[in-house]
């Protein structure tokens, strides 16, 4: 499915992307609004680990009415798709597909998170040179403008070059900055494409950013090599800074992050935490100012979490499903079998003989204990388009005695069976709604059929 990339509503035509930013426009928006309201406020940006993330993300950003923010890492999404299994372009379609799916119509910002030589593992792991990291590393940035991705975090604080124990300076981290930048320009301006975000800087230690000192001379370094190279109109919106967080810790320092976000604020730049997993004091972000804050390792806990709980419950209703098994001894005829009948359609689950007879199971799961009304009436359905084929088709569907429920309790993790004999009573009343719906939706249906048969033809 082709994807139009472009969120719904008024934001995407405030503004000139050729003139300035997406991301940038939107944190301009946020500086009026606060100095307008004397209120800060933090942008959230997800690293999305999985599929589940981007759909979460998406609904909460809509049910809260907030920007979507994501920060890929170029382990979770590249031209060798990562272990998301997603490309820079499949990525940007999957969120603009969710997006258009929940009618989200506030201002979406995709980005790359660590773009830098031996960030990503394949190059760790298997040693490459710098000179082929950073090779590798702006033809994925390139497939990033692209694909309309709308940030990039230029992050060349690793260098595996280095002695063990000693800290990559300074000046290399802005040569290498400006070099990656300069490479994004040169490529965005040739392709005639709109502008893009900057994110630079680290939080690691290794990156040589961890006093004030330091941060400050980055800074002073970054804007003069920037105009030394004629970019002078580029300039990062974000900057990282050490606050306190990292993987193992859960403590924001809102004082650093006042002084980081002065700091940064005199270069025209926002502070942005990374690591921001099951922080303790979330509400001092924005009171200290901090323009944005990453999450990710948290994410993928929850999910992994709660895929342990599913297995669980999964290995627990299979055990109940085999000793219900074994007891009751099936004899299966048919399973997941499409039917069509007189004006409907379906997939019945089973058709086996228990206890003798011959029986047309429907499986159910769910953690609600009630059994609904309607169940006797689809049963029916499959019952009778069985029934009616069956002098045809004999050896394929055994003819059912008798329909029934076999529902899964997710809750209670318990098998129970339902027999609701032949359904033949109910069958009537199956036919009848049937019939009603056809004669409400006939219009509807025939105008989608011809519009199908339309796009076929072209």
């Given at each position: 499915m082709k994807v139009e990339k472009t969120a719904k509503g008024v934001f995407n035509d405030l503004f000139d992307p050729y003139e300035i930013s997406k991301c940038d426009f939107l944190l301009d928006s946020i500086n009026k609004v606060s100095k307008k309201y004397n209120e800060n406020f933090t942008l959230l940006a997800n690293c999305p680990n999985s599929e589940a993330v981007i759909k979460a993300s998406v609904v909460s950003a809509k049910k809260n009415n907030a920007p979507l923010l994501?920060?890929?890492?170029?382990?979770q999404v590249d031209s060798d798709s990562g272990y998301t299994g997603l490309d820079f372009s499949k990525f940007v379609e999957k969120v603009y597909f969710e997006i258009e799916k929940n009618d989200y119509r506030g201002p979406a910002i995709i980005g790359i998170d660590h773009g830098g030589p031996w960030l990503k593992d394949k190059q760790s792991v298997e040693d490459w040179s710098l000179d082929r990291c950073m090779k590798a590393i702006k033809k994925s940035f390139e497939e990033a403008l692209l694909a309309k991705y709308d940030l990039i975090h230029v992050d060349p604080t690793v260098d595996k070059t280095q002695l063990s124990g000693n800290t990559i300076s300074i000046e290399t981290v802005v040569d290498r900055t400006v070099e990656l930048i300069a490479h994004i320009e040169s490529f965005r301006r040739a392709k005639?494409?709109?502008r893009i975000s900057y994110?630079?800087?680290?939080?690691?230690?290794?990156?040589?950013?961890?006093?004030?000192?330091?941060?400050r001379k980055f800074l002073k370094l970054l804007k003069a090599k920037l105009n030394d190279r004629?970019?002078?109109?580029i300039w990062p919106c974000f900057v990282v800074g050490k606050v306190g967080t990292d993987l193992h810790t859960q403590y924001f320092d809102s004082e650093v992050a006042k002084e980081l976000v002065n700091e940064s604020g005199n270069f025209g730049s926002s502070i942005k935490g990374h690591y921001t997993d099951y922080v303790e004091n979330p509400s001092d972000y924005p009171k200290s100012g901090m323009g944005g804050a990453n999450i990710g390792p948290e994410l993928t806990e929850v999910e992994f979490e709660a895929l342990i709980e599913l297995a669980m419950i999964e290995k627990k209703l299979f055990d109940n499903f085999v000793k219900w098994h074994g007891k009751n001894k099936p004899i299966t005829y048919q399973t997941e079998t499409k039917i069509i009948g007189d004006g409907y359609g379906g997939r019945f689950d089973w058709l086996c003989q228990v206890n003798g007879q011959n029986v047309l199971i429907d499986l159910k799961t769910g953690k609600s204990g009630r059994w609904y009304d309607e169940w006797p009436l689809q049963l029916s359905g499959y019952k009778n388009f069985v029934r009616c084929d069956h002098a045809s088709a004999s050896a394929m569907f055994p003819f059912p005695s008798t329909c029934a429920i076999l529902k899964l309790n997710k809750d209670t993790l318990t098998v129970n069976y339902k027999d609701y004999g032949n359904c033949d009573d109910y069958y009537i009343a199956f036919k009848h709604l049937v019939n009603f719906y056809w004669a409400i939706n006939k219009k509807e249906i025939q105008e989608e059929i011809e519009k199908r048969i339309g796009n076929e033809a072209v």
């Open positions: 994501f920060a890929a890492t170029l382990n005639k494409l709109p994110e630079v800087g680290t939080e690691e230690v290794h990156g040589g950013l961890a006093d004030m000192g330091t941060f004629k970019l002078a109109d």
